[in-house]
């Protein structure tokens, strides 16, 4: 499936996944486009929201389940992508 994680409504990583990481769950990525301070390439830690602002969005309509997810408490942990 299409795995995706949104900052405020913005895409910021977008790949393939087996599963589905439920909200409160960190999870660590590298930016892949431009957001509140945080450059392309940037390796980040996140939260998956629980807040139910933005909820999950679940797309069964094309071959690939596409699936988004809010994310939010980005910290920078290495400007250089993952070790």
Do not use: H, W
């Amino acid at each position: 499936m299409k795995l995706r994680f949104a900052l405020s409504g913005s895409i910021i990583f977008e790949g393939q996944s087996d599963c589905v990481p439920p909200p409160g769950s960190t999870v660590s990525f590298v930016v892949q486009s431009y957001k509140k301070g945080f450059e392309v390439g940037d390796y980040v830690s996140a939260t998956v929201s629980d807040d139910g602002v933005i909820p999950a969005d679940y797309d069964f309509s094309g071959e690939t389940v596409e699936v988004t997810l809010d994310v939010d408490g980005l910290r920078k942990l290495n400007s250089s992508g993952p070790r």
